[in-house]
């Protein structure tokens, strides 16, 4: 049974919101597992073949996300999305060979004129791989899930 500690879990999602943050993609796309699920349901533990989910991504749909929001000229992202994580409330609980971290998270958003801040209950699942912490599972439920979002595209 894989246990990490608070501290250490803290670490990591901190670590992870610097690097979205700092528009640090590529090297994001290093903590995340091969078999990574990232997942914006628009309800409640509702499975996403069920009900349409915001995001349902994997591996490669967050690569291909990854190589656009670098690309100058998405037009989605010009100007491209400012935006500050802030990560708090971090839970940790075993789960076999995963240790399910939950938070609350903020993320403020800046693009162009406007501003906007989404608020978020996050549960991460997390295995460790040569002796790294890796994503399995990124499941963000949006407080105003069942509201309109417009543009979503930067990462969450």
């Not at 971090?90 to 971290?101: E, H, S």
Request: charge should be negative; aromatic fraction near 6%; proline fraction near 4%.
């Amino acid at each position: 049974m894989l246990q990490i500690t608070r501290q250490e879990a803290e670490d990591f999602l901190y670590e992870e919101a610097a690097m979205l943050d700092e528009r640090r993609f590529e090297e994001w796309l290093t903590l995340l597992a091969p078999d990574v699920r990232y997942w914006i349901p628009s309800g409640r533990d509702v499975a996403p073949h069920v009900e349409t989910p915001i995001a349902y991504d994997d591996r490669g749909t967050l690569e291909d996300r990854v190589t656009r929001l670098g690309n100058r000229n998405f037009h989605a992202q010009a100007p491209a999305s400012r935006t500050l994580h802030a990560v708090t409330n971090v839970r940790t609980a075993p789960a076999g060979d995963l240790v399910k971290v939950l938070s609350n998270l903020t993320v403020h958003e800046t693009r162009g004129q406007g501003e906007r801040s989404l608020a978020a209950s996050c549960e991460h699942h997390l295995r460790r791989t040569d002796g790294r912490l890796e994503i399995v599972l990124k499941k963000v439920w949006l407080l105003g899930r069942d509201q309109a979002h417009n543009n979503l595209t930067f990462l969450i």
